[in-house]
């Protein structure tokens, strides 16, 4: 039924044939392995190579990028500070501006002065209880409020009740301060703030202690020889004249505070 391949030449012959064939096969396989193995090492290698060159291009470019990254945080942080900066110099600037304003509104209406006015806020409560039982006599003039008073007395004395209504007797500085004393005195000769002083030459005085640069002296008036301490009053007719004598009434003045 079957046959003897040992017998048979020819089955030997292709028995041997086929496995001479299979080996060679086989050896090409091999060598064909042996290839792609060579390929996937030469690959690995130059990946390895690229990669450690990537790494080094990488190394070398990353510490410049965080100097960048530094540079950037500062002037991000200098850009912050100047908002801040701006900020502030803007709302002082606005606070300064308003309070000029409020100030100048203030001058106006000081400068808004109603002579008739014996109410006038601006002079209520001055002084001790006998300002406010004559507090319609007070009267307000820019930035001052003025009183004339009713009695008379010397200089000395008048002075002294201006002081105790926390005033002090009249201090003229220009014309226009002037008129307005002479028709608050109503044609009664008074008392103002104003002495002669002994220094290098002859002077006078305020009671502030500052030297007179306007004055309203009556024509006909030595003023040259007028002896130290001598008062100043106002005449009948607004005009000054001193005398060292007499009893007067007085004009006080008040800084509106």
């Not at 960048?68 to 945080?73: D, E, F, L």
Request: aromatic share 8%; charged share 25%.
């Amino acid at each position: 039924m079957y046959s003897n391949i040992y017998e048979d030449p020819n089955l030997t012959a292709n028995v041997r044939y086929n496995k001479r064939a299979r080996e060679d096969r086989g050896e090409s396989l091999e060598r064909v392995v042996d290839i792609y193995e060579s390929a996937d090492t030469f690959t690995d290698h130059r990946h390895v190579d690229r990669s450690t060159q990537d790494g080094g291009a990488h190394t070398q470019k990353h510490l410049p990028a965080v100097k960048r990254s530094h540079c950037r945080a500062v002037a991000l942080l200098l850009s912050l500070l100047c908002l801040l900066l701006l900020a502030g110099v803007t709302v002082l600037s606005k606070l300064y501006f308003s309070e000029i304003l409020k100030n100048s509104e203030l001058i106006q209406k000081m400068n808004q002065t109603s002579h008739d006015n014996p109410n006038d806020s601006f002079c209520q409560g001055q002084g001790n209880s006998v300002t406010q039982r004559n507090i319609t006599r007070w009267k307000r003039f820019r930035c001052s409020c003025y009183y004339i008073s009713t009695e008379k007395k010397n200089w000395t004395d008048s002075r002294s009740d201006c002081q105790n209504k926390g005033a002090d007797l009249v201090i003229i500085l220009n014309k226009d301060e002037h008129d307005f004393v002479r028709n608050l005195a109503a044609h009664q000769a008074s008392w103002i703030g104003l002495q002669s002083v002994e220094k290098w030459t002859k002077e006078w005085q305020w009671v502030d202690r500052t030297t007179a640069q306007y004055l309203g002296f009556r024509t006909g008036v030595d003023v040259t020889k007028a002896p130290k301490g001598q008062p100043v009053y106002m005449d009948e007719q607004g005009t000054w004249d001193h005398t060292n004598s007499e009893s007067k009434q007085w004009i006080c003045e008040r800084a509106i505070s």
